[in-house]
T-cell receptor
Framework: KAGVTQTPRYLIKTRGQQVTLSCSPI?????VSWYQQTPGQGLQFLFE???????NKGNFPGRFSGRQFSNSRSEMNVSTLELGDSALYLC??????????????FGPGTRLTVT | GIQVEQSPPDLILQEGANSTLRCNFS?????LQWFHQNPWGQLINLFY???GTKQNGRLSATTVATERYSLLYISSSQTTDSGVYFC????????????FGTGTRLKVLA
């Protein structure tokens, strides 16, 4: 099976612009989670989608949004970019297996630089 | 809130040495994973281990859920083991999210 894919892998944007990142989960996985990784804050949860519904959202401003499509692919959008949004954005997909096991598999990430 | 703590934060080893990385969590978990992040940022799954012990080659892990900790053992370390090791824990209490520890940065010297 193909792994989790993320596009683009690298992105440079200017402050004030918006950006859309894409994630394709492992075939058959219906849950997609997004994380932001920065040197200062570590790995922080952004949101999780399951069957096109956002089930939880992390402590991020409303400029961060996401959605999931019927084929489980997900996008996240950041509007009005700030310098502090420069980070590695990681997507993970999960298959809810027996007895609540919920193992995550990560994509390679999108490295966003805001100048 | 719920917290995940890892120790030590940094570790330097000579090639061939053994090491133990620890992950403490502040509440009951029903999902726990260990990852290795390579220099390119990719998080590689090492173990999914909400309880018990697992082994995979030179690596093994043990989670004692009742005492709220997990251990990752690396034996006969190699330079390719260098990188950052994360544990992540999830509580299925309606929050639907994994909480990551701050990681252990391991450097193995040749």
């Amino acid at each position: 099976k193909a792994g989790v894919t993320q596009t683009p892998r690298y992105l440079i944007k200017t402050r004030g612009q918006q950006v859309t990142l894409s994630c394709s989960p492992i075939s058959g996985h219906r849950s997609v989670s997004w994380y932001q990784q920065t040197p200062g804050q570590g790995l922080q949860f952004l949101f999780e989608y399951f069957s096109e519904t956002q089930r939880n959202k992390g402590n991020f401003p409303g400029r961060f949004s996401g959605r999931q499509f019927s084929n489980s692919r997900s996008e996240m959008n950041v509007s009005t970019l700030e310098l502090g949004d420069s980070a590695l954005y990681l997507c993970a997909s999960s298959l809810l297996a027996d007895r609540g096991s919920y193992e995550q598999y990560f994509g390679p990430g999108t490295r966003l630089t805001v100048t | 809130g719920i917290q995940v703590e890892q120790s030590p934060p940094d570790l330097i080893l000579q090639e061939g040495a053994n090491s133990t990385l620890r992950c403490n969590f502040s509440d009951s978990v029903n999902n726990l994973q260990w990852f290795h992040q390579n220099p390119w940022g990719q998080l590689i799954n090492l173990f999914y281990i909400p309880s018990g012990t697992k082994q995979n080659g030179r690596l093994s892990a043990t989670t004692v859920a009742t005492e709220r900790y997990s251990l990752l053992y690396i034996s006969s370390s190699q330079t390719t083991d260098s990188g950052v090791y994360f544990c992540a824990a999830r509580w299925d209490s309606g929050t639907y999210k994994y909480i990551f520890g701050t990681g252990t940065r391991l450097k193995v010297l040749a």
